[in-house]
Nanobody
Framework: VQLQASGGGLVQAGGSLRLSCAAS????????MGWFRQAPGKEREFVAS????????YYADSVKGRFTISRDNAKSTVYLQMNSLKPEDTAVYLC????????????????WGQGTLVTVSS
């Protein structure tokens, strides 16, 4: 599976962005998907994940209530709608695919995209 993330950019605090991650290759609908982020000098951090049918989703406490993960299996794409953005949300956001299940640990993901940069100004 090849993953291509897009949709990042510069936004003011309180604003919104929607990230997309388009997949190609093997059957997208057989993978759980996740979003992670990595800020400069910090470790990779779980953001959200969604099951292969889209019926179950999980969020980091830091984004719960502000971010929403969704997927469109017909388009082989997973989305991350980010609202009420804060400067501490600034990071490179990466999407990942897991053949196991939706999870918070990055070690459970088989494939990773290249990331898209989100910068939130105060």
């Amino acid at each position: 599976v090849q993953l291509q993330a897009s949709g990042g950019g510069l936004v003011q605090a309180g604003g919104s962005l929607r990230l997309s991650c388009a997949a190609s290759g093997r059957a997208f609908s057989s993978y759980a998907m996740g979003w992670f982020r990595q800020a400069p000098g910090k470790e990779r951090e779980f953001v959200a994940s969604i099951g292969w049918r889209g019926g179950s989703s999980y969020y980091a406490d830091s984004v719960k209530g502000r971010f929403t993960i969704s997927r469109d299996n017909a388009k082989s794409t997973v989305y991350l709608q980010m609202n009420s953005l804060k400067p501490e949300d600034t990071a490179v956001y990466l999407c990942a695919a897991s053949s196991i299940a939706a999870m918070a640990s990055p070690f459970g993901y088989n494939f990773w995209g290249q990331g898209t940069l989100v910068t939130v100004s105060s």
